[in-house]
């Protein structure tokens, strides 16, 4: 399997892991570092700024992805990353940090539309599910192993050498991409105007069908950041982040097997099979009786969820037009940022701190995974 992709293809996948490492480094130690400015009321508002402007940049990048070329969409991203992450620790004001964490998000929304496009390029079509599986399970990885060093980092030194660190990183995922050639042919030399979007230019039509799967997939994600550690305390688990390790462990697995499944069988049966088991992993999470079952619900849930992304990313990249396919894939992460927002933005209005109401917020995503997957049934367009 691993002689089936070139060396640029590794490189890539390096440069992912290396990027969401970066930016998930900072992310346990940004509530306390808030509550040192005084921005205790704020907290909830960095990830929401954050992913909001991640949302708001797909477009850009998607267009210049496909006019200006992956690579130098790749090296903005994540060079700003690294600039915004050096001049954290210099302003010690909540609102010059919220308006920097904008920025993060927005540059963040670069570098993942440039990597898919480029990994959609030169990876063989009848690879291309596996091969979207490795590079998202080296960026889960990256994300993985950022919030464990970064915290580590952080206790063993200082909040500034983290934003320092956490710079560092995101500059040697840039170094890594040194000589790669572009795969867009015709690229267009930078200027403002290529900042100017037609409504044609928001959104491809050709990633409907995987862009609402996603969406509706993604909600239980969100509903799980923002519910997992409550439901945690509630069944007395008290490592918050159990939860997430054993959905990693199986998510991570799945994505390595999910990709090559999809080539193999196809994308629309495979994302079905997923979406069978997200609604089980959901709705097993939201009524577990215990701490046992609440943690097998995890696992059922990872595995269901690391099988869909890789034949979503791999389907996208089947229907986007060449010349388009930036703007595919940012379509499908406007699609999945959206999911995620709204998955965490919801379960914590129903969930109001009655635990009641943890089934109807599990149950609910479930019935949404289900509704994914009766629409993939029915709907047989592409």
């Not at 990313?313 to 406007?334: C, E, K």
Request: proline share 3%; net charge positive; glycine share 12%.
């Amino acid at each position: 399997m691993l002689k089936a992709y070139s060396r640029q293809f590794w490189l890539l996948s390096f440069s992912s892991f290396l990027f969401f490492g970066s930016f998930n480094m900072v992310l346990p130690e940004l509530p306390d570092f808030m509550r040192k400015m005084g921005g205790e009321d704020f907290i909830g508002l960095h990830i929401t700024f954050f992913t909001l402007t991640a949302l708001i940049s797909r477009p850009f990048s998607g267009k210049l992805t496909d006019t200006w070329g992956r690579i130098p969409v790749m090296v903005f991203g994540a060079a700003v990353t690294a600039v915004v992450s050096f001049f954290y620790p210099f302003f010690l004001n909540i609102y010059i940090f919220l308006a920097i964490r904008f920025l993060h998000g927005f540059s963040t929304g670069f570098k993942p539309t440039g990597t898919a496009a480029y990994v959609a390029d030169i990876v063989p079509l009848n690879r291309r599910g596996e091969g979207m599986g490795i590079l998202s399970l080296f960026g889960m990885t990256g994300m993985g192993i950022g919030n464990y060093v970064g915290g580590a980092i952080a206790n063993n030194f200082s909040i500034e050498v983290l934003f320092y660190s956490s710079g560092l990183v995101a500059l040697f995922s840039v170094a890594v991409l040194a000589g790669m050639k572009e795969t867009v042919e015709n690229k267009q030399k930078f200027s403002p105007g290529l900042l100017k979007l037609n409504r044609s230019e928001i959104f491809e039509p050709a990633v409907v069908v995987p862009s609402v799967v996603m969406m509706l997939v993604t909600f239980s994600f969100g509903a799980s950041l923002t519910l997992a550690p409550d439901l945690s305390t509630f069944h007395g688990i008290e490592n918050k982040g159990l939860f997430f390790s054993y959905f990693t462990f199986t998510s991570l697995i799945s994505r390595l097997f999910g990709g090559r499944f999809s080539d193999l069988f196809g994308r629309r049966k495979v994302t079905i099979a997923a979406m069978l088991i997200v609604g089980i992993g959901s709705t097993y999470i939201g009524f577990a009786l215990n701490a046992f079952h609440f943690l097998v619900g995890a696992l059922i849930f990872g595995a269901g969820y690391g099988l869909s992304s890789p034949a979503l990313f791999a389907w996208a990249a089947d229907l986007s037009p060449i010349q388009n396919r930036g703007r595919g894939f940012s379509t499908l992460f406007m699609a999945l940022e959206i999911g995620i927002g709204m998955g965490a933005m919801l379960a914590g209005q129903i969930y109001a701190g009655q635990s009641e109401n943890f089934s109807i917020v599990f149950g609910g995503c479930g019935a949404l995974a289900i509704i994914a997957m009766v629409y993939l049934i029915f709907n047989k367009t592409d």
